[in-house]
């Protein structure tokens, strides 16, 4: 079962602009992570925060993280076409292992 | 370096059919995942694999599905008599080991049965 889930389903942005998605959760967790999705095939790993960790910077994403709320925000400034993809945060538990749980997604598209 | 590798890329099945699917982690990494993907379920972990420990196969949905890590490296996943709710895109990921955390992805195999 998704324990993530994200809003909104779908942003349509012009480039240039920011893109703002957001991931809630349910259980606690050890660190929360998002990725991109190309052509609904292979994940790439873009930033990981840990749950000790508020704000986390890489590039133009910014994500954050309040584990009282039990959620997080990835934002990408400045966007370019290139950034169009399906966004996923995914969480990994306490437990042995770090298996992920995914949330729903976000699709983005940036307009040239 | 080279990444996380499967094969096939697209597999068409019959419902009844077994397949084997399989993945080929980045060399020296320890941890490996299956995950599926589909259009009803989102993304689900499946089973997981570190080192010479038992795998956690708390993530396969029947017991029509195993898989196995044959030397630590390479993983095959099967799925024994397909029925139509197995297509959905198989992936798999690996890490340097589980306090890492970052996984990296295959590519994916797309899997459709008719």
């Known amino acids: 079962s998704q324990q993530g889930e994200e809003d909104p389903q779908a942003l349509s942005i012009q480039e240039g602009e920011n893109a703002t998605m957001n991931c809630s959760y349910k259980t606690s967790i050890n660190n929360l992570q998002w990725y991109r999705q190309n052509s609904g095939r292979g994940l790439v790993h873009l930033i990981l925060?840990?749950?000790?960790?508020r704000e986390k910077h890489s590039g133009r994403l910014r994500v954050t993280l309040d584990t009282s709320k039990k959620s997080s925000s990835l934002l990408i400034t400045a966007s370019r076409a290139a950034d169009t993809a399906s966004y996923f945060c995914a969480t990994g538990g306490k437990a042995a292992g770090n298996k992920l749980t995914f949330g729903g997604g976000t699709r983005v598209l940036v307009k040239p | 370096g080279a990444g996380v590798s499967q094969s096939p890329s697209n597999k068409v099945t019959e419902k009844g059919k077994d397949v084997e699917l399989r993945c080929d982690p980045i060399?020296?990494?320890?941890?490996l995942y299956w995950y599926r993907q589909s259009l009803g379920q989102g993304l689900e972990f499946l089973i997981y694999?570190?080192?010479?420990?038992?795998?956690?196969k708390s993530g396969l949905p029947s017991d029509r599905f195993s898989a196995e890590r044959t030397g630590g490296s390479v993983s095959t996943l099967t799925i024994q008599r397909t029925q139509q709710e197995d297509s959905a895109v198989y992936l798999c990921a690996s890490s340097t080991d589980p306090s890492s955390y970052e996984q990296y992805f295959g590519p994916g195999t797309r899997l459709t049965v008719t």
């Open positions: 694999f570190q080192g010479n420990s038992a795998p956690d």
């Open positions: 925060i840990r749950s000790n960790e």
């Open positions: 060399s020296g990494h320890t941890a």
